[in-house]
């Protein structure tokens, strides 16, 4: 296995990753699926910085990214001390069913660290939803801090942050 940058020409497998994982999940609500018009312009900009976790044949068995820009998650952030002009969120984190608890999201959530601190982010964000045990606990792990519940659209998620 080894991390990868992602870009334009992993296109379509980040959107094979966001088919199969919303597929996959017993409650739908627990992930926040890429619309499609988001994925046909995925990496034409610089945001998001996306890494992947590849296997020995060279397909994505994992992705996370990293966001820049997060207008819905806002009204989730009312009275926090977080500065959005210095904050990223980790999002669109995803692991192929069968490749789930290997840790291959511990790797890529600490690659985003790095290139958080990189862009000079001093807070990391991180939604999931109160009922997904296991990102709740991979958010945890990695040190982020639950803050708030709040509705993001029409999805409920709790908040996490993270200053570094």
């Not at 790095?114 to 862009?119: M, N, P």
């Amino acid at each position: 296995m080894r991390i990868l940058r992602l870009g334009r020409e992993h296109r379509a497998e980040v959107a094979r990753i966001n088919r199969v994982t919303l597929e996959a999940l017993a409650d739908k609500s627990f992930y926040i699926p890429f619309p499609d018009e988001e994925l046909a312009t995925l990496f034409d900009a610089p945001d998001p910085v996306m890494y992947g976790v590849a296997d020995d044949d060279g397909g994505l068995v994992a992705v996370s990214g990293l966001f820049f820009h997060f207008d819905d998650l806002l009204p989730g952030l009312e009275g926090l001390p977080v500065d959005p002009a210095r904050a990223a969120e980790i999002g669109a984190s995803m692991t192929l069913p069968a490749y789930r608890g290997r840790g291959y999201m511990s790797m890529l959530n600490r690659a985003l660290v790095r290139e958080a601190r990189q862009a000079g982010v001093r807070c990391l964000l991180a939604t999931a939803h109160p009922d997904n045990t296991a990102s709740n606990r991979s958010l945890q792990r990695m040190g982020m801090q639950q803050r708030a519940t709040f509705l993001r659209g029409a999805y409920l998620r709790t908040l996490y942050l993270m200053d570094i």
